[in-house]
């Protein structure tokens, strides 16, 4: 068990061009999260998948971002024509259903991609 | 709407002091609790969780109890080290099994 696996880990790019971040989950993780972070805050939602199936997407999301999960394993969030408030760490997490068969809030982080845009 | 409230930061204590981290939150039924650290330089962990009233969490030393009378989830640990400096999320679940998430409170412990 390798974890949730994140790349690049940073990325600086200048403003006006496109980034993508990769998430390899934890395998046979059914659901995997996108979320932003910056200083001082907690979590802030984006997006989450249930194999490849994209199931919500937070309002607060710019028609800019794109994620993807085209076999239900890794994710692609591709943000376009960056901004410099773009810049955050961008977070992601899978998790597995229980016995139940109900994914909870356990959740397993990576380490996380952060984004600088000059 | 559901929502979390934690005790602003930085908490600055003493090595071996007792700590607590207030959490008190508002959500529909009876939702999961979970307490998550952000150790410096690493991604977020889970610490503990409870999913019902009057289960205790506990791990490393730290302990929440849910109590469902005052929606709370407090964290507290006997004596804390160093090592436990870190940022530490309350986070319940909502309707949805999602995580409902604050702004996390910044531990700092001095030796």
């Known amino acids: 068990d390798t974890g949730v696996s994140q790349n690049p880990r940073h990325k600086i790019t200048k403003r006006g061009q496109n980034v993508t971040f990769r998430c390899d989950p934890i395998s046979e993780h059914n659901r995997l999260y996108w979320y932003r972070q910056t200083l001082g805050q907690g979590p802030e939602f984006l997006t989450y998948f249930q194999n490849e199936a994209q199931l919500e997407k937070s309002r607060l999301l710019s028609d800019r971002f794109s994620a993807e999960r085209p076999k239900g394993s890794f994710s692609t969030l591709e943000i376009q024509r960056t901004e410099q408030g773009d810049s955050a760490m961008y977070l992601c997490?899978?998790?597995?259903?229980?016995?139940?068969?109900?994914?909870?809030?356990?959740?397993?982080f990576g380490e996380g991609s952060r984004l600088t845009v000059l | 709407g559901n929502s979390v409230t934690q005790m602003e930061g930085p908490v600055t204590l003493s090595e071996e002091a007792f700590l607590t981290i207030n959490c008190t939150y508002t959500a529909t039924g009876y939702p999961s609790l979970f307490w998550y650290v952000q150790y410096p330089g690493e991604g977020l962990q889970l610490l503990l969780k409870?999913?019902?009233a009057d289960d205790k969490g506990s791990n490393k030393g730290f302990e929440a109890t849910y109590r469902k009378e005052t929606t709370s989830f407090h964290l507290e640990k006997g004596s804390v080290q160093v090592s436990d400096s870190a940022v530490y999320f309350c986070a319940p679940e909502d309707s949805n099994y999602q995580l409902i998430w604050g702004a996390g409170t910044k531990l700092i412990i001095k030796p």
């Open positions: 409870a999913t019902k």
């Open positions: 997490a899978s998790s597995s259903p229980t016995r139940g068969g109900q994914n909870t809030g356990e959740l397993f």
